[in-house]
């Protein structure tokens, strides 16, 4: 199966290639069958002829001219005339098609008792009985007269029918197969957050009707993520101003301060989801890429962190390369795994920032002691405003932290996957190629 191309240009082609060649292999054997009887019944005629003229030949000369008749043909025609002996040794004919047509045909013109060999006492060529009166002879004429030549022109016109042939295959087939790979490479940048270029309508009538849906499903797609982008800016953006009056509301206010503080930690929660709307919103922001490395940047994350009070902790298997990234993008992914690991899974067992190479992938990861999440649950917890407070608790927010993240690893060439920790808790793993930041950044 490691043989079969993976690709449905190569596969169509030889398939198509293929056929063209069983098709010449069905159509010479066909010519060879239906040209096999005309073929025999020449090389009949031609050998009774010869044998024929031969022994006409030989009853008219006179007996003393005989010997250099024999040698004149043998010199210019190359054909040999020997008495039969009692002691001959003759090789059966051969079982094969043409020599047993041939040999019928023969015996049909001159007579049933005319024997054929293609060796005589180990001597080959086309051997021929017939009779003179009462005596009996063997004419030899050379093997050559029943081969065929075959002619080389016609390789050559063969050879070069079916290169057209399967270069014409070749460019059907890449009229199909090439907007499929702009298909797959559109729907491949469409998934990792960006916005592909519009396909080119031509080609065949399919073609570019395929081509003008999909330009005017992208364009709908553009149009619809710039609204809700619009609606939840400003959406946060007018809800910010209450917010901060009611932030001073509660400051000049004569509440207790437990209540105040209760109040406090409300308008911080609405905040928070605010800013997830803001992010969402926002995504990259146009932010170009930078080169990062990546072992400051944990280290940077891990002492921001314990500068709070977190217990967070970095881990590196090795030094990490530097990596083609968005810096800001980058952070806020990594602030959003830290954040929603502190507020789920607690703080009294330290967070793990972890990194490290893989099958030529770097990775990222945010490891935690809490209660974890159930694995079919992975997947869905991955889309905006999902939340599942049955599998941690306290939750709080908008649902947005890991599908910003999902959206920022897959703006980056990425994936973003959540596994259960061998020792109790979960996994938020980020990975994605590593590039030539040279390269990418430009």
């Known amino acids: 199966m490691r043989l079969i191309p993976r690709t ?71 054909i040999r005339v020997y008495p039969a002996e009692d002691d001959d040794r003759i090789a059966p004919l051969p079982d094969e098609a043409l020599l047993q047509h041939i040999a019928v045909e023969v015996r049909r013109q001159l007579g049933t008792s005319t024997r054929l060999s293609l060796e005589r006492n180990e001597m080959p060529g086309l051997w021929i009985s017939f009779a003179i009166d009462d005596d009996d002879y063997w004419m030899m004429m050379p093997r050559e007269r029943l081969d065929q030549t075959f002619p080389v022109q016609w390789l050559g016109w063969g050879v070069a029918a079916l290169g057209l042939s399967l270069l014409g295959a070749y460019l059907i087939v890449l009229g199909v197969t090439r907007p499929l790979k702009r298909f797959a ?48 800016a400003g959406i946060s953006h007018d809800l910010r101003t209450p917010l901060t009056r009611l932030r001073l509301g509660i400051e000049i206010s004569d509440l207790e301060a437990s209540d105040c503080a209760a109040m406090n930690e409300d308008i911080e929660e609405m905040d928070r ?10 995504h990259d922001a146009g932010e170009p890429l930078q080169t990062i490395d990546c072992n400051v940047l944990l280290q940077e994350m891990t002492d921001r962190y314990r ?30 795994l830290i954040d929603n690991a502190l507020q789920h899974a607690g ?13 030529s992938r770097l990775y990222l990861e945010v490891r935690d002691r809490g209660p974890g999440i159930p694995t079919e649950q992975c997947e869905r917890l991955k889309r905006p405003f999902t939340r599942l407070d049955a599998a941690r608790s306290h939750s709080s927010g908008a649902g947005l932290g890991l599908a910003i993240v999902d959206r920022i690893a897959r703006a980056h060439g990425g994936s973003f996957d959540l596994l259960p920790n061998p020792g109790g808790g979960l996994i938020a793993r980020v990975e994605w190629p590593l590039v030539s930041p040279t390269s990418s950044a430009g």
Do not use: C
């Open 8 to 78: 449905l240009l190569w596969r169509v082609f030889l398939l198509v290639a293929l056929l063209q060649v069983l098709a010449v292999l069905a159509w010479s054997a066909i010519y060879r069958h239906f040209a096999l009887e005309p073929r025999a019944r020449q090389t009949a005629q031609m050998v009774a002829s010869v044998i024929n003229l031969t022994r006409t030949a030989l009853l008219t000369a006179a007996p003393s001219l005989r010997r250099e008749l024999l040698l004149e043909l043998s010199e210019r025609e190359g």
């Open 185 to 232: 490479r559109a729907a491949a940048t469409i998934s990792s957050g960006r916005w592909p270029r519009p396909l080119p309508e031509r080609g065949a009538d399919e073609i570019v009707l395929v081509s003008q849906g999909f330009n005017q499903m992208l364009s709908d797609l553009q149009q619809l993520d710039h609204d809700r982008n619009l609606i939840l």
């Open 273 to 282: 989801v605010i800013g997830q709307f803001l992010a969402f919103a926002r």
């Open 307 to 336: 500068r709070r009070g977190a217990l967070v902790e970095t881990r590196l298997v090795a030094p990490l390369p530097e990596i083609a990234a968005r810096p800001l993008a980058l952070q806020r992914l990594l602030t959003n």
């Open 347 to 359: 703080s009294e067992q330290p967070l793990e920032l972890a990194g490290g190479i893989t099958d």
